[in-house]
């Protein structure tokens, strides 16, 4: 058949292809711009910050150092190389980046090999058969390549790649703000264990304090100068603090346990020595003004990936009312045996094209298309939801840094006049000039005002942290792979691409 394949026919299958090649760049996807919001020129809140220029902002992505605490720097470097819930968000940006390469492939022509062997009997008897006409047991034996193309006319498979192109880089983004948020709940977990090591040191010296008052109370019982009341009421306020530092012990054990897991430790085999919230000190932080946040958060960054990908979505829908081309071609060698398999009158080829157009579905078409634009909407709402609830956190945590830092001082001094009192009542009851019932007032008044002290403390720590993480934790959009950065491999290279998954061993 080779013979009969006539030049012009090669011709006009050439000048089909290069006809229909160039429509391959249409795209029917609306036009995409990133959204546009309105935002304030400077935030309402107060605190330790610094509204820095867009080059000053908080630009490290290990924020956890501005604390200047050893063993935090060490746990959060275990939880960026350990966790295990970080560890599977990443392999969600793997998995999106090979979802990128299976809709690409689709913009390659599809080559394969095919062979075959068959033997094929047919029956003595079948209709119009011409008596003692040819064989009724025959062998087909075969090889050859298979080529299928799908020229992308409306840009349907180059919106589909667009898609997960897109989809893919709002799941770096996702990692991005999973790790952030494993950052976060390990640094506030670590400092709600310093708060606790510093209650446990106050009631360490509170309880050697009320050991001293439950002697006092004992002699002047015995000398028969105090009541037996007093001697109880001191036992009590002994007890009851080394209760509550038990329980403290008790919440420390598994907060040690929680940070171990966030650290990608074993809670067996994980501790922490006690050390003293004291030792940390508050930033100042760098937040940038109000339209830099969108560069900054995460989460902001995803939502809008995720809106191109809609738009893309929007592109692949409208395709599907346009009709679809496939060009095919195949070749070969056909023999009812394997000796002359390859000679050149056994040779077979055929080339073909096939296109549908849609032209009565019952509104399916119609129905993907207002679903796509429904979803591109609903994703642009998704965005301006997420914006405003990260203003709303910045703002949130100003307002505790600047309240804080603030109830701390007020704090600071409630907690001097109540160990001035604790003290001048003890004294008071030791000259017999007052009875036991106000120096366990007193006592009470100052076990309270410290452990608040050191509660107030805790929180503006912890309120720092959130406001770091409330800008985004030192994250800015460049730190996205671009859309080409998300397609895994190139087809065509024979050599393993970085970042390409190794088989195992």
């Given amino acids: 058949m080779m013979r009969h394949f006539k030049p012009a026919k090669r011709l006009a299958g050439a000048a089909l292809v290069a006809l229909f090649v160039p429509l391959a760049g249409c795209s029917l996807a609306p036009s995409y711009q990133a959204p546009h919001m309105a935002l304030p020129d400077s935030y309402k809140g107060s605190g330790p910050f610094s509204l820095a220029r867009p080059d000053a902002q908080l630009t490290q992505s290990d924020w956890w150092k501005m604390f200047g605490d050893t063993e935090l720097d060490s746990l959060e470097t275990s939880l960026n190389a350990a966790n295990p819930d970080l560890q599977a968000a990443e392999e969600t940006y793997t998995q999106a980046r090979d979802i990128v390469g299976e809709a690409r492939s689709q913009l390659f022509p599809q080559l394969s090999a095919q062979a075959f062997a068959t033997q094929n009997a047919q029956s003595k008897n079948r209709l119009f058969r011409v008596n003692g006409g040819g064989p009724s047991d025959q062998s087909s034996n075969g090889y050859g390549p298979a080529l299928s193309w799908e020229p992308d006319f409306w840009g349907e498979i180059r919106n589909r790649t667009n898609y997960a192109k897109f989809n893919a880089q709002a799941t770096a983004a996702m990692v991005a703000s999973a790790r952030l948020s494993l950052e976060i709940e390990l640094a506030n977990d670590y400092m709600a264990l310093r708060a606790l090591d510093s209650e446990h040191t106050v009631y360490t010296k509170t309880l050697g304090y009320y050991g001293d008052a439950l002697k006092i109370t004992k002699l002047r019982y015995a000398g028969k100068i105090a009541a037996g009341m007093d001697v109880e009421r001191a036992q009590d306020q002994l007890s009851t603090a080394q209760a509550a530092d038990t329980d403290i012990q008790a919440q420390r054990a598994v907060l040690e346990h929680a940070i171990a897991v966030l650290a990608g430790e074993n809670p067996s085999t994980f501790s922490l020595p006690p050390e003293e919230l004291a030792q940390m000190a508050i930033p100042t932080i760098p937040v940038g003004v109000p339209s830099a946040l969108l560069q900054r958060r995460p989460d902001i960054a995803q939502s809008e990936r995720q809106m191109a990908a809609q738009n893309a979505q929007i592109g692949v829908a409208r395709a599907a009312f346009y009709p679809n081309v496939q060009l095919s071609a195949n070749a070969g060698f056909e023999d009812d045996g394997f000796g002359g398999l390859a000679s050149l009158?056994?040779?077979?080829?055929?080339?073909?094209?096939?296109?549908?157009?849609?032209?009565?579905?019952?509104?399916?078409?119609?129905?993907?298309?207002?679903?796509?634009?429904?979803?591109?909407?609903?994703?642009?709402?998704?965005?301006?939801?997420?914006?405003?609830?990260?203003?709303?956190?910045?703002?949130?945590?100003?307002?505790?840094?600047?309240?804080?830092?603030?109830?701390?001082?007020?704090?600071?001094?409630?907690?001097?006049?109540?160990?001035?009192?604790?003290?001048?009542?003890?004294?008071?009851?030791?000259?017999?000039?007052?009875?036991?019932?106000?120096?366990?007032?007193?006592?009470?008044?100052?076990?309270?005002?410290?452990?608040?002290?050191?509660?107030?403390?805790?929180?503006?720590?912890?309120?720092?942290?959130?406001?770091?993480?409330?800008?985004?934790?030192?994250?800015?959009?460049?730190?996205?792979?671009?859309?080409?950065?998300?397609?895994?491999?190139?087809?065509?290279?024979?050599?393993?691409?970085?970042?390409?998954?190794?088989?195992?061993?």
């Fill in 345 to 505: 009158p056994n040779a077979l080829w055929s080339i073909g094209a096939t296109a549908t157009l849609p032209l009565f579905e019952g509104g399916l078409r119609r129905a993907e298309e207002q679903q796509s634009r429904s979803e591109f909407a609903q994703a642009g709402d998704n965005y301006r939801s997420t914006v405003l609830q990260a203003f709303r956190e910045v703002e949130d945590q100003l307002v505790l840094t600047n309240q804080l830092s603030s109830e701390y001082g007020q704090q600071q001094a409630a907690l001097t006049s109540a160990l001035k009192v604790q003290d001048l009542a003890l004294r008071l009851y030791t000259n017999g000039l007052d009875n036991y019932l106000n120096v366990t007032v007193a006592q009470v008044a100052a076990l309270s005002a410290e452990l608040a002290t050191l509660q107030v403390q805790s929180r503006q720590l912890q309120a720092a942290v959130g406001l770091i993480g409330a800008v985004g934790g030192g994250w800015s959009t460049t730190d996205l792979p671009t859309p080409e950065q998300t397609v895994p491999f190139n087809p065509l290279a024979l050599h393993r691409a970085p970042g390409d998954v190794q088989e195992p061993d």
